[in-house]
Each structure stands twice: as C-alpha cells, then as structure tokens.
T-cell receptor, first 115, second 115 residues
Framework: KAGVTQTPRYLIKTRGQQVTLSCSPI?????VSWYQQTPGQGLQFLFE???????NKGNFPGRFSGRQFSNSRSEMNVSTLELGDSALYLC??????????????FGEGSRLTVL | AQSVAQPEDQVNVAEGNPLTVKCTYS??????LFWYVQYPNRGLQFLLK??????LVKGSYGFEAEFNKSQTSFHLKKPSALVSDSALYFC?????????????FGQGTTLQVKP
C-alpha cells in the first residue's frame, strides 16, 4: 500500500514568489493535515481537511492557504514568500474524521528554500 | 491549552545500553499520546501510541513507552539501544475530547547511540 506522497520534494523560490505543494494521502484516507517544520519553531500545525472542508486552522498568516479535492488529494499554497517560510512542509493523512485514537501517517515532506 | 515538553534536546547512550527519552504533557482531560521518529531528510514515522488501558505500550522496533497519569509523563524506552536508533524523536498529544486530528508536538529530542 503506497504511503503519503508529497511533491515536489525540494524546491527553491525567491522572496515574493508563490508556491504550491501537493499531497496524495494513503488510499482510503479522507483526512489530510499539514505541518511546518523549522529548526527554531519545531512542528507547527497549518491546516486540516476532511471531505474537502477545512476542519481546523493553525496560527499562520493568510498567505498560507490550502484545499482538498474530492479524491482526498490536498494542496497548500504560500503566496508572497518570505525568507522565514523556508521549512520542511509535512503532509499527514488519517483514515476517518480526524481525531480520536488514530495516528497520523506522514509523507516525506517538501523542503522549501526561499532566497 | 495543550502542550508537550521534551526536556532534553539530546540524549546520548552507548549501543546495548537502555535508553529513555522523556516527555511530559499538559491537556484538559485524558490524553491520547504518540511517539514519532524522524530520520534525516525524511518524514515522521509512527512508533507507538497510548489510548487507554495498560500503562506500558509496546511499539515498533522494540520501543515501548510508559504512561504515568499522576506525573503527566509518557517516556519512550528501549531496553537495548542500536546505532540505527539514532534519530530525532517527537512526542505528541491530542486531547480525548478533541474533535480534530491535530497533534501538538514537543520540540523533539535527538538520540545519539554510539558504538
């Protein structure tokens, strides 16, 4: 069974540009969440989607947005990139409506470098 | 507010010796607790979780964790460390009453196992 797939794995952008990251969850998983990982701030929650609806949102500026499609695939977008957006962006999926006892299954991440 | 503390940035242990990675948590009500491991340039891999029942939980790769409600702790343990266990370890919590899959992560502990 394929795991969570994130694309691209690595990308370099310049300040002011925008970026879109993609995540394909494990087959049958309907919940997708996104986390930002940086050395200084650790793992911070960005958003959570279930059945194309955003269920929860972290404390990030409006430049960070996301969506989920009917096949459960998800994308996140960061507009007007800043140097501080350089991070590893991790996508995670879980089987049902997120919450409760289920663990999250993480992808390998998309490493974004902003120059 | 929910929070997780991993008091040690790094734990060093000799191969073959027992290891402990510490975690304490704060959550309203009962918690669901998780441990994840991250190898360099990889995503997070699920190790084990505590939901209810026996306070000693066994997980992948010979790891186990002990839930202590009175001390609000969930320390990760392994009887005999391997060099290949060297990685970054994250403890995470989700409140039992939470209606979201969001996990709150600790800052992570780097485990170094020396031959």
């Amino acid at each position: 069974k394929a795991g969570v797939t994130q694309t691209p794995r690595y990308l370099i952008k310049t300040r002011g540009q925008q970026v879109t990251l993609s995540c394909s969850p494990i087959s049958g998983h309907r919940s997708v969440s996104w986390y930002q990982q940086t050395p200084g701030q650790g793992l911070q929650f960005l958003f959570e989607y279930f059945s194309e609806t955003q269920r929860n949102k972290g404390n990030f500026p409006g430049r960070f947005s996301g969506r989920q499609f009917s096949n459960s695939r998800s994308e996140m977008n960061v507009s007007t990139l800043e140097l501080g957006d350089s991070a590893l962006y991790l996508c995670a999926s879980s089987r049902g409506l997120a919450g409760g006892t289920g663990e999250l299954f993480f992808g390998e991440g998309s490493r974004l470098t902003v120059l | 507010a929910q929070s997780v503390a991993q008091p040690e940035d790094q734990v060093n242990v000799a191969e073959g010796n027992p290891l402990t990675v510490k975690c304490t948590y704060s959550v309203s009500g009962n918690p669901y607790l998780f441990w994840y491991v991250q190898y360099p340039n990889r995503g997070l891999q699920f190790l084990l979780k505590y939901i209810t029942g026996d306070n000693l939980v066994k997980g992948s790769y010979g790891f186990e964790a002990e839930f202590n409600k009175s001390q609000t702790s969930f320390h990760l343990k392994k009887p005999s460390a391997l060099v290949s266990d060297s990685a970054l370890y994250f403890c995470a919590v989700r409140g039992i009453s939470s209606n979201t899959g969001k996990l709150i992560f600790g800052q992570g502990t780097t485990l170094q196992v020396k031959p």
